[in-house]
């Protein structure tokens, strides 16, 4: 009976203390950074097609053309750890720079407008750009799950808690335009505002 009962108290103890409300928030980091991993995959796995369609109409433009490639391949060798704080800006380093490389190559698809009305490649632009949408929201969901745990495990009594079991904050995503992000973007509708006409004389 005495051991139930000391067992019981450590429980009412650890949840008292956030330990179980700790593990919910680190597993929902992990949930939502597997989700990260799987819409970067995704579009990694479009490259391959979207350079070889492009290629069949625009075999010229080999630079932009070798750069995706390029690019595709670095972030294909990283082995990214999301606790570790270098590997993690490493990661987004590269996935930047074939973010980068897919927006000039599709610039480039412009010139060509056979490419641009073949149903091939209209159909992986729009998997590439519904992917890209995937890839924000997956994005900002880590981000508000690693300040949630982040803010969690820093309060107290929490942060007794995670000393003493070895939770430590994690790293996040960086801005890429944090002066950019913080403006509202103006929206210009294309209409321009009606002026009121001039009073006539003797009106």
């Known amino acids: ?72 391949s670095r972030v294909g060798q990283i082995n990214v750890n999301a606790d570790d704080e270098a590997s993690l800006k490493q990661f987004q380093q590269a996935q930047g720079e074939l973010g980068s490389a897919l927006s000039r190559l599709l610039v480039v698809t412009e010139n060509y407008p056979e490419l641009k009305s073949n149903q091939n490649f209209r159909d992986l632009q729009a998997q590439l750009e519904g992917t890209e949408n995937r890839v924000t929201v997956a994005r900002g969901r880590y981000i508000q799950q690693v300040q949630d745990y982040n803010t969690y495990i820093r309060s107290f009594p929490q942060v007794i808690t995670a ?24 929206v210009d509708f294309g209409n321009a505002p009606q002026q009121q006409p001039a009073p006539q004389p003797g009106t």
């Open 163 to 186: 000393k003493i079991f070895g939770y430590k904050t994690k790293p996040n995503f960086t801005v890429d335009n944090e002066a950019q992000i913080s403006n509202a973007p103006a």
């Open 1 to 72: 009976m005495k051991k139930w009962l000391a067992i019981g108290f450590l429980a009412l103890s650890l949840s008292g203390c956030g330990y179980n409300a700790i593990q919910q928030k680190d597993e929902a980091v992990k949930a939502s950074w597997s989700e990260v991993i799987n819409q970067y995959k995704r579009r990694a796995d479009l490259v391959p097609n979207l350079v070889q369609t492009v290629k069949g109409f625009a075999s010229q433009e080999e630079r932009v053309l070798t750069e995706v490639t390029n690019a595709r």
